[in-house]
Antibody, heavy 115, light 106 residues
């Protein structure tokens, strides 16, 4: 069974940093692109970033480019999102999702940016 | 960026109804279109990919059609568990973009 489990969310002050993790199981992690998608409270879905199997390609939404970094550790079947210079507008539930068509999603982790 | 426009933004329906949700892309995306169902407090669930291919385990009452710029999701006989918000996604061109969602209510 495919499972994606996010962790690392919490309350952070504006300008602060946070790193999210996503633990993958039930499939061959090294065979898939992986993505982060977020959803602000009461709002729709927004793609944030994705990463190729071997980390050779990474793409970011304009809204996070230069502030967020996506990475993965294929030895640990894990995906990460390093978030710096956080703003109130980054407040959202962050989901990890598998491949370009997002066939599987984790349960999400809430990031709240507030003073 | 490709804009995805879903209509209607919400609809009221009854158990047993056949409902059709629309999604329009601001430019052609071939068939790189997916549909998701999201219930309150839960993660989105993939229903359809490649515009019309049903995900394994998804009931056949869900069907998708379209190509290019106009797409539809049809639920043939609405059941209580189908009341949710539905999103479309284009994954033909970076950045991947979602529609604003259609909330299906009783």
């Amino acid at each position: 069974e495919v499972q994606l489990v996010e962790s690392g969310g919490g309350l952070v002050q504006p300008g602060g940093s946070l790193t999210l993790s996503c633990a993958a199981s039930g499939f061959t992690f090294t065979s898939y692109w992986m993505s982060w998608v977020r959803q602000a409270p009461g709002k729709g879905l927004e793609w944030v970033a994705n990463i190729k199997q071997d980390e050779s390609e990474k793409f970011y939404a304009d809204s996070v480019k230069g502030r967020f970094t996506i990475s993965r550790d294929n030895t640990k079947n894990s995906l990460y999102l390093q978030m710096n210079s956080l703003r109130a507008g980054d407040t959202a539930v962050y989901y990890c999702a598998r491949n370009g068509a997002f066939d599987y999603w984790g349960q999400g982790t809430l990031v709240t940016v507030s003073s | 960026d490709i804009q995805m426009t879903q209509s209607p933004s919400s609809l009221s329906a009854s158990v047993g109804d056949r409902v059709t949700l629309s999604c329009r892309a601001s430019q052609g995306i071939f068939n790189y279109l997916a549909w998701f169902q999201q219930k309150p407090g839960k993660a989105p669930k993939s229903l359809i990919f490649a515009a019309s291919s049903l995900r394994s385990g998804v009931p056949s009452k869900f069907s998708g059609s379209g190509s290019g710029t106009d797409f539809t999701l049809t639920i043939s006989s609405l059941q209580p568990e189908d009341f949710a918000t539905y999103y479309c996604l284009q994954y033909n061109t970076y950045p991947p973009t979602f529609g604003g969602g259609t909330k299906v209510e009783i």
